[in-house]
């Protein structure tokens, strides 16, 4: 059973869910308003190994997931200010350090994973560290303007040994002309 430890860094509430032996994989889940036990709960129910997991909450997902300025895709929605490399780089040096402290051994991986925006993110996040060697990004925010075109012509900084990718069966089939491309996008860089 794991154990159970809460801080905060850089403004944001981190939990983290240490596995009771060594090495166990550690997955970082950037979350809205959870702790992860309900992930982590779906996971012994599908039969997932030991892990250690850690949450990250207390994000603004329209600056801290998106990689750059971009006007909002929804009318009276704010815009995305383009902070998730300031993120990254808090998560990496601040809330990823004070995890590892809590953990035992050496994780056998370090993963990201995250849905939605914080799917983009994940993706993200392998083109601007070599931080975590698998990724997840579950219906992520391909639709995000430039970022296929980002992609496409920049090298991740670490190949992952694992990418996984999914998208819903309603996301294509949207009125709106950006989120429209997620399900091609999503295609096109799998």
């Not at 860094?9 to 090495?23: H, M, N, R």
């Not at 809205?32 to 250690?52: A, K, T």
């Not at 990254?88 to 994973?113: R, V």
């Amino acid at each position: 059973m794991e154990e159970r430890y809460c801080f905060e860094k850089q403004g944001k509430k981190a939990v983290l869910f240490a596995a009771s032996q060594e090495d166990r994989p550690l997955i970082v889940l950037n979350s809205f308003e959870s702790d992860g036990s309900s992930v982590l709960d779906i996971l012994r129910e599908d039969g997932c190994g030991e892990l250690n997991l850690l949450t990250v909450d207390g994000i603004d997902w329209n600056r801290d997931m998106s990689p750059w300025q971009c006007p909002a895709v929804f009318k009276g929605e704010p815009e995305f200010s383009g902070g998730a490399k300031h993120y990254l780089a808090d998560l990496t040096t601040q809330i990823l350090p004070e995890a590892l402290k809590k953990t035992k051994g050496t994780p056998a991986f370090t993963g990201i994973a995250g849905y939605s925006l914080a799917g983009l993110f994940a993706l993200y996040a392998l083109y601007e560290c070599d931080s975590f060697t698998r990724a997840a990004s579950m219906s992520g925010s391909l639709w995000f303007p430039d970022f296929k075109e980002f992609a496409m012509t920049n090298a991740m900084k670490r190949q992952p040994e694992k990418l996984y990718f999914s998208v819903g069966d309603r996301e294509a089939k949207t009125r709106n002309p950006i989120m429209k491309t997620v399900q091609e996008n999503t295609e096109a860089l799998a």
